[in-house]
């Protein structure tokens, strides 16, 4: 489903006068960043299943590259840390 379908469901259910404490979805709608991304922006509860294979890190998490401790240095043991993108 594209980004586009999302937005419209998003903004479909608040007009209909549909009232809840909770949004649930599948993995389908989960793996939408911006789906995942609007029902924040609309202050709602969520929670949604994700594919096997994608990860979702809290945005206070910082990546880094492993330093190489003997032998020859890793091409990425140089690089910054990486602030995990905001759901």
């Known amino acids: 489903m594209s980004s586009a379908q999302h937005g419209d469901l998003n903004a479909a ?7 809840f404490g909770c ?3 599948d993995s ?8 995942r991304q609007a029902l924040s922006a609309r202050d709602l509860k969520w929670a949604v299943g994700l594919p ?7 945005p206070i998490l910082a ?6 401790k003997a032998g020859r240095c ?6 910054l840390k990486v602030v995990a993108e905001p759901l």
């Open 23 to 25: 949004v649930l979805a």
């Open 52 to 58: 096997r294979r994608q990860n979702v890190y809290p």
């Open 28 to 35: 389908g709608y989960g793996s939408s960043r911006p789906f």
């Open 13 to 19: 259910a608040p007009s209909s006068g549909a009232r």
């Open 74 to 79: 890793r091409k990425c043991s140089d690089r």
């Open 63 to 68: 990546l880094i590259a492993p330093v190489a």
